[in-house]
């Protein structure tokens, strides 16, 4: 898949005087659903590419897993609706990784 991370498009741009239509290279923005053992942890939104390190940086810094061998598979889950997006992230932990703590499910925050 080629690099969705912006496009052009044309746009309205103001200048001290007037607007004018010109070409402008956009950074994309799209939703990124992680989830753990089968379970939504949680949607974010971000700009197209390496959703895998996203993700894993994701978990890392919530506590979910302290370091690579917590991991034992991640991988891109095919979105039946758009099957041309890559927005649905599978993390599978190993046992010994600290996991998700029930309480901590529906109160991530996730601001762009």
Same mark, same amino acid.
């Given at each position: 898949m !080629?690099?969705?991370?912006?496009?052009?498009?044309?746009?309205?741009?103001? !200048?001290?005087?007037?607007?004018?239509?010109? =070409? *402008? +290279?956009? $950074?994309?923005e799209? @939703? /990124? =659903?992680?989830?753990?053992? !089968?379970? %939504?942890?949680?949607?974010?939104?971000?700009? %197209?590419?390496?959703?895998? *390190? /996203?993700?894993? #940086?994701?978990?890392? !810094?919530?506590?979910?897993? &302290?370091?690579?061998?917590?991991? =034992?598979?991640? &991988?891109?889950? @095919?979105?039946?609706?758009? %099957? *041309?997006?890559?927005?649905?992230?599978?993390?599978? /932990?190993? @046992?010994?990784? %600290? #996991?998700? *703590?029930? &309480?901590? +499910? &529906?109160?991530?925050?996730? $601001?762009?």
């Amino acid at each position: 898949m !080629g690099d969705r991370s912006s496009h052009r498009a044309r746009v309205l741009r103001y !200048g001290a005087e007037a607007g004018a239509r010109v =070409e *402008d +290279q956009l $950074a994309a923005e799209e @939703p /990124l =659903e992680i989830r753990v053992g !089968g379970a %939504p942890l949680t949607v974010m939104m971000r700009t %197209p590419g390496h959703e895998r *390190d /996203l993700a894993l #940086g994701f978990l890392f !810094g919530e506590g979910i897993i &302290r370091a690579g061998g917590d991991v =034992e598979a991640i &991988r891109v889950l @095919p979105n039946g609706e758009h %099957p *041309d997006l890559e927005n649905i992230i599978e993390v599978e /932990l190993s @046992p010994a990784a %600290p #996991g998700v *703590d029930q &309480r901590w +499910q &529906r109160n991530f925050l996730s $601001a762009s």
